[in-house]
């Protein structure tokens, strides 16, 4: 069955610094989301990304935050100055474009992300 | 505004016994509800989902769910639990765009 996958699976880096976390979404999808929870919260909404441009965003994804489909099978999320705040389990997600609020996403397991 | 709640940080059954995990979401349109399990190291994999039609909806695993119009709830049940459901289980509302809005999440530990 086909999955989405996501690397690395924990990633620690210092304050200021930049990091990628990369997401193989299923290969048919159309629409990908990344999606973080900050331990004992909420799982949040980041940002959804649409025939190569941003669909739509929160208000959590400032300019910090960007997003870029480098090639036909990766999907990435860059976090270009981190903050201790930033430190979260970030999840992307893949669904087929079909059927909106309707839709059905699939999961990756995540990435654990830790800023020190 | 729309929203999710998961009234229930952490809840502890018995294997065998019958669980029940809440859900309640407030949404000014019809629902399109959704619930999924994380496992140790998994992804989030959809448990069941609810679009329209019968309000009790079968899923994976053993797993049901019933919507409740009148109460904004879609609580998620299970007639005897296993060892194998110990999870975390993440309730969310398709919210009139392409993304979810997850309520916090209940972790079900399982005792022998």
């Known amino acids: 069955e086909p999955e989405v996958t996501q690397t690395p699976s924990h990633q620690v880096t210092q304050m200021g610094q930049e990091v990628i976390l990369r997401c193989v979404p299923i290969?048919?999808?159309?629409?990908f989301y990344w999606y973080r929870q900050i331990l004992g919260q909420k799982v949040e909404f980041l940002v959804s990304?649409?025939?190569?441009?941003?669909?739509?965003k929160s208000e959590i994804f400032d300019d910090q935050f960007s997003v870029e489909r480098p090639d036909g099978s990766n999907f990435t999320l860059k976090i270009r100055s981190t903050k201790l705040e930033d430190s979260a389990m970030y999840f992307c997600?893949?669904?087929?474009?079909?059927?909106?609020?309707?839709?059905?996403?699939?999961f990756g397991p995540g990435t654990r992300l830790l800023v020190l | 505004a729309q929203s999710v709640t998961q009234p229930d940080i952490h809840i502890t059954v018995s294997e065998g016994a019958s669980l029940e995990l809440r859900c309640n979401y407030s949404?000014?349109?019809?629902?399109?509800l959704f619930w999924y399990v994380q496992s140790p190291g998994q992804g989030l994999q959809l448990l069941l989902k609810?679009?329209?039609?019968?309000?009790l909806v079968q899923g994976i695993k053993g797993f049901e769910a019933e919507f409740k119009r009148s109460q904004s709830s879609f609580n998620l049940r299970k007639p005897s639990v296993h060892w194998s459901d110990a999870a975390e289980y993440f309730c969310?509302?398709?919210?009139?765009?392409?993304?979810?809005?997850f309520g916090t999440g209940t972790r079900l530990k399982v005792l022998a």
């Open positions: 997600a893949s669904s087929e474009g079909l059927a909106g609020e309707a839709e059905t996403q699939y």
């Open positions: 290969s048919n999808h159309l629409y």
């Open positions: 990304f649409y025939n190569n441009e941003i669909s739509e």
């Open positions: 949404y000014g349109a019809t629902p399109y």
């Open positions: 609810y679009f329209s039609g019968d309000t």
């Open positions: 969310a509302v398709g919210s009139g765009t392409y993304k979810y809005i």
